[in-house]
């Protein structure tokens, strides 16, 4: 059983940044894998980035070299760096876990980027 939690999502002006969080409520090395999400309003949700706990990670082509994910395995968190934002960027970020093969997802956290 896992338990996450978004936070770090708000407005942000395009070419700027925001950090999310994504705190667990197991070892994060219990985990193997934890990745983020994100669904625009009227779209599919489709996956951004995601790491496993061997630390190999994944990106999404519309993100890759703006958006790096990390863990902090001490404070059981894994972050979502986001860097030079764009408009289509706005969704609800979603953090998700596979653990011993189910998956669990975090409440979501709103990401606008300005006009």
């Known amino acids: 059983q896992v338990q996450l939690v978004e936070s770090g999502g708000g407005l942000v002006q395009p070419g700027g940044s925001l950090r999310l969080s994504c705190s667990a409520s197991v070892n994060i090395f219990g985990i193997n894998v934890m990745a983020w999400y994100r669904q625009a309003p009227g779209k599919q949700r489709e996956l951004v980035a995601e790491?496993?706990?061997?630390?190999?990670?994944n990106y999404a082509d519309s993100v890759k070299g703006r958006f790096t994910v990390s863990r902090d395995s001490a404070q059981t968190t894994v972050y979502l760096q986001m860097n030079n934002l764009k408009p289509e960027d706005t969704a609800v970020y979603y953090c998700n876990a596979l653990y011993r093969l189910r998956t669990y997802w975090g409440q979501g956290t709103q990401v606008i980027v300005s006009a």
């Open positions: 790491r496993t706990s061997a630390g190999s990670t």
